[in-house]
């Protein structure tokens, strides 16, 4: 007789095959164009942000600096203001760069569709971060950083890409490879 636990795992095995083989228009078309139409509103959400970071723009990456010293004047997490005052201001021109072509790059390819689970969950971690920084700022409420965190996780795991994305092809192309996952 078989533990619950190896029953578990043998029925989330099975539920993980049953997804990496499945498209999400297998699951309706409704869900298909809630799955793509998250995958473009991230997409729109980094192109936004990229676009307010220019690092051409007077000042140099616009409000980033300024947005920093509110973070460190608000934050809740201990320790986190030390971090901003001595090493993200500080370091503002390399932050402001780094922000502004991890934003594009988002962007770009969640627009197209490329690698979508691999990088909505780069647009995850990158929204979590900035959501995390934002805490406790003045008319920040947590509920407006919550889809910066939710919808790119929508994307990822809901494999936008696979449909109207790059996916779709590279999806024939990656059959039992190794980076077969990232689609």
Do not use: C
């Amino acid at each position: 007789m078989r533990s619950w636990r190896e029953w578990a795992l043998a029925a989330g095995r099975r539920v993980r095959d049953q997804l990496d083989a499945a498209s999400p228009l297998q699951a309706g078309v409704g869900v298909a164009v809630l799955v793509v139409a998250a995958r473009l509103v991230v997409a729109y959400t980094w192109f936004w942000g990229a676009k307010t970071k220019h690092p051409w723009l007077d000042p140099p990456f616009g409000w980033l600096g300024g947005w920093l010293e509110v973070e460190a004047q608000y934050n809740p997490i201990p320790g986190y203001p030390w971090l901003v005052e001595n090493v993200l201001l500080p370091n503002l021109t390399f932050l402001g760069w780094t922000a502004f072509v991890v934003e594009s790059y988002l962007a770009v390819v969640l627009v197209l569709g490329i690698l979508t689970r691999l990088n909505g969950w780069v647009a995850t971690l990158w929204g979590l971060q900035i959501s995390l920084g934002n805490l406790g700022a003045p008319r920040e409420p947590i509920w407006s950083l919550l889809p910066m965190v939710v919808l790119p996780l929508l994307a990822a795991e809901g494999r936008a890409g696979r449909i109207w994305g790059i996916d779709a092809w590279l999806r024939e192309k990656a059959a039992g490879r190794w980076w077969s996952w990232m689609l």
